[in-house]
């Protein structure tokens, strides 16, 4: 794949050639404006710089992980979000989508780098041995993980990390961590970094970050682990449909229990949706059909830092929803009566917030423009 310049075309013009209708590109106006959770004023304002942006040229890295960030991407649905950020950005370099090899793949991230100095994305998926490392842990193309991140990120605009490798080490930095797997935040410091957890994230998570870089110019806001606040603001707990049975003290004992066939609350089967911060409740997977807690299984916390090493899956947990990360893991057992005080609290702001949430259609983005 030949890198291509990011003015030769803007988005608005890519699409119309590729036949996409007014309607269609409104729809994905107004899809983006609600996934980013703006308000309906917001959308005109997305669709004109979306009209306008130009097709930023995409360096995608794969290191120590086990390809399932990018087959999260790819076997999302269509038409989708998804399929319109793959055909609208340039995806220069990709180990798995692309089908040069060898020296060919080598020159097209090279040509990539050189011909958007400054310009261009990295999106970066797995864990990366680190600079005192044996390099010969993870190599492509004869160049270490390491040496291949650093010299990417040079000239480029920022950085995505996908993934929990890329963005907390995930299993391979898993004690005893044999390769000295660091994130990618660990070792860029220069460049603007925004993670996206998850293992695997969810697609739609990874397009809405690349779409308000398209929109804005500059990445969404972020929490303290760098994350999207978007998508990232919330805990599974908040958005999960078997809330109501926490509230009222109903848990699954077993998986096969009366509790577990009426859906009660998976808390005491180890769900870590109370310290875990991600939009699998609201966004699913499979487009929208279900998600892992609907599927009966307890929320794995796979978005959080040191999941892996955290404390066994199955074991329960009960914290503030207020908190987050390693210090909730650390705090361990709270107790459920304090747990249910929180909760109903957590309850409340989150009437609250849905209260004010104003959704976007096509209809409005029509009546706008």
Known sequence: MAARKPTEKTLGESL???GVSRRGFLKFCAATASMMALPPSMAPAIA???EKAKRPSVIWLS???CTGCTESLTRSHAPTLEDLILDVISLDY???????AGDAAEHAREQAMAANPGEYLVIVDGSIPGPKANPGFSTVAGHSNYAMLMETVENAAAVIAVGSCATFGGLPAANPNPTGAMSVMDLVKNKPVINVSGCPPIPMVITGVIAHYLTFGRLPELD???RPMAFY?????????RRPFYDRGQFAKTFDDEGARLGWC???LGCKGPTTYNACATMRWNDGTSWPVEAGHPCLGCSEPRFWDAGGFYNAVSVPTSASGMNVLAAGAVGAVVGGAVAISAKKQTKAEVAHRQPVTVEELEAKL
């Open 16 to 18: 119309r050639e590729r």
């Open 48 to 50: 004109a710089a979306l």
């Open 63 to 65: 290191f120590q992980e």
């Open 94 to 100: 990709h180990h798995t989508l692309q089908a040069a």
């Open 224 to 226: 303290a682990y760098n």
């Open 233 to 241: 603001g919330q805990s599974i707990h908040d958005r999960c449909y």
């Open 266 to 268: 998976l808390y005491e």
